[in-house]
Nanobody, 125 residues
Framework: QAQLVESGGGLVQAGGSLRLSCAAS????????MAWFRQAPGEEREFVAS????????YYLDSVKGRFTISRDNAKNSGYLQMNSLKPEDTAVYFC??????????????????WGQGTQVTVSS
């Protein structure tokens, strides 16, 4: 059974850092792009960052460029999101997602087949 499990969320003060992890099992993690999305209360799910299967391409939401870094370790079936200089507006539930093909836009949630349950990130001012 395919599964993605996020960890690393928590409460942090503005300006602080967190590192989110996404552990994959039951799927061929190395074969597809993965991404991080986030969803704040009352808001739609929002693209944050994506990374191709071989780490050759990375894309970021404009508001996190220079602060967040997406990475992956296919040997460990894991993906990561390093978040620095966190701001209160980064507060949301963060989800990792995995694609199985190349159709659709990298920033669209509908392009991703597998999803984790999410991890809460709260940034206090």
């Amino acid at each position: 059974q395919a599964q993605l499990v996020e960890s690393g969320g928590g409460l942090v003060q503005a300006g602080g850092s967190l590192r989110l992890s996404c552990a994959a099992s039951g799927l061929t993690f190395s074969s597809g792009a993965m991404a991080w999305f986030r969803q704040a209360p009352g808001e739609e799910r929002e693209f944050v960052a994506s990374i191709s299967a071989t780490s050759s391409s990375r894309y970021y939401l404009d508001s996190v460029k220079g602060r967040f870094t997406i990475s992956r370790d296919n040997a460990k079936n894991s993906g990561y999101l390093q978040m620095n200089s966190l701001k209160p507006e980064d507060t949301a539930v963060y989800f990792c997602a995995q694609r199985t093909g190349a159709s659709g836009f990298y920033y669209s949630p509908t392009s991703y087949r597998y999803w984790g349950q999410g991890t809460q990130v709260t940034v206090s001012s």
